[in-house]
């Protein structure tokens, strides 16, 4: 049973067909005036009309990079690099790629701002951080994807002079998408598009240049565009979008009797805003508990999910995000529903992770 | 003061070290725990507000390594 939608949803059906279409067709380039050049070009142009209206903006604020990742890179540097200022501001639980984005321009006026239990986002320090000399641009997610968190992101107070990037890789295709930014980056595998397609949304009227060698403007960020998967991914976005409030409704109420499962665990704590959260993910952090062991225990038991814990494969550091929430970082387990996934699948789940836990802690000798 | 050598543990053992040597310290006495894990920065804390002790602070041991303080409280 998969349980980490977030890390990566599988191709949604609506995606495979127009994928397998576009394959066919999509193969030129869309910059000659040929006739695969033209077709390439149009099928790149729906794929950007369809996005923009998905995502509330113009087809031509709309441009495809090589991942999210690569997104947030082109964006927070590209809007920094249009200033003249260095300084970035950000939430202290941003995505790694926002973290890394900054590390990699030194700067004095770099802030990291600080959250509270729940994760959400300090407004009033942000907006005093975002006032300091040398303050470039700020960045605030849409939503957590560790903990699911939605950020305040339309009450956001900042200078005119400097905007605003929300990575909302972890929110898009699950709850409404915040109004207020001057950019807005995504990715397609998040939403059940092919990965290798991320979106960079830039307002009209903010100043953008690209920050890495090659042309400006969004129309060609990072090379030759991959146009059917372009458009596959916004195929797939259109009918996730289209289910949406109906699938959230109901991994909402699932995803609270696994909160409620969890909680009942001994010694684990749920992460996270209990309300003001993404409807299909729950993070909790059970005492005692490797990361690595119950992922490994919960795989053999059928059940694929992800961990925050400095123990767990990629790193031996702890989650920024747990770390910076207060929270327990180890031990800890991220649940991220399909939109398919059954109520008798959650139960058989929360039986299945009772059963993990009670065992891992046996073996530690307690 | 009852001072554990959780240098080489892996997380989250010095957790775990931490739990089993609570009760051979009397209420309102201090434990401290040594660790290289950085995890343990964190989930010493969190393991204190969990499980109701007080989170006394971190100093550095002899060999300055990380040095995890806390105070049986219950």
């Known amino acids: ?366 | 003061m009852l001072e554990l050598d959780c240098r080489d543990f892996p997380c989250p053992r010095p957790i775990i070290e931490l739990a089993k040597a609570l009760p051979s310290v009397a209420v309102g006495d201090l434990l401290a725990v040594v660790a290289r894990d950085p995890a343990a920065r964190y989930d010493v804390p969190a393991w204190c507000r969990m499980r109701g002790q007080e989170y006394v602070g971190e100093d550095l041991a002899d060999d300055n390594l990380p040095r995890y303080t806390v105070r049986r409280l219950t």
């Open chain 1, 1 to 366: 049973m998969y349980l980490d939608a977030a890390s990566s949803q599988r191709l949604h059906p609506a995606a495979r067909d127009t994928l397998l279409a576009a394959l066919e067709r999509g193969y030129g380039d869309p910059r000659r005036l040929h006739g695969p050049g033209r077709d390439a070009r149009l099928l790149l142009d729906n794929a950007r009309a369809v996005v923009a209206d998905c995502l509330g903006a113009h087809p031509d604020e709309i441009g495809f990079t090589a991942s999210g990742t690569d997104a947030v890179h082109r964006g927070l540097l590209g809007l920094a690099a249009a200033t003249g200022r260095t300084g970035i501001v950000h939430g202290a639980i941003e995505h790694s790629s926002v973290l890394h984005a900054t590390e990699w321009r030194p700067s004095p006026a770099h802030a990291s701002v600080p959250v509270d239990r729940n994760g959400r986002v300090d407004l009033d320090t942000l907006a005093a951080a975002s006032r300091r000399e040398g303050v470039a641009v700020a960045a605030l997610q849409a939503a957590n994807q560790e903990v699911g968190t939605l950020q305040p992101v339309d009450e956001v107070d900042l200078p005119a002079t400097v905007p605003l990037l929300v990575d909302a890789a972890a929110a898009v295709g699950h709850v409404v998408l915040p109004q207020r930014w001057d950019a807005l980056t995504a990715s397609a595998h998040k939403w059940g598009g092919p990965a290798g397609v991320g979106i960079l949304a830039v307002r009209r009227g903010t100043r953008w240049t690209n920050p890495f060698p090659g042309e400006d403007g969004l129309d060609n960020a990072g090379g030759f565009p991959n146009v059917p998967a372009a458009l596959a991914a916004a195929a797939a976005l259109q009918a996730v979008l289209a289910e949406r409030e109906e699938v959230a409704a109901r991994q909402f109420q699932m995803v609270e009797r696994i909160r409620e499962a969890a909680v009942g665990l001994p010694d684990t704590e749920v992460v996270g805003d209990p309300v003001h959260r993404l409807p299909h993910l729950v993070t909790f952090s059970c005492l005692y508990v490797g990361g690595d062991e119950i992922v490994s225990d919960l795989a053999q038991r059928g059940y694929g999910v992800a961990s925050g814990s400095a123990c767990t494969a990629s790193t031996l550091e702890p989650s920024h995000v747990l770390a910076a929430m207060g929270a327990l970082t180890h031990g800890n387990v991220r649940v991220s529903l399909e939109s398919g996934t059954t109520e008798d699948q959650v139960d058989r789940f929360c039986a299945a992770l009772a059963e993990s836990v009670t065992a891992i802690r046996a073996r530690a000798g307690l």
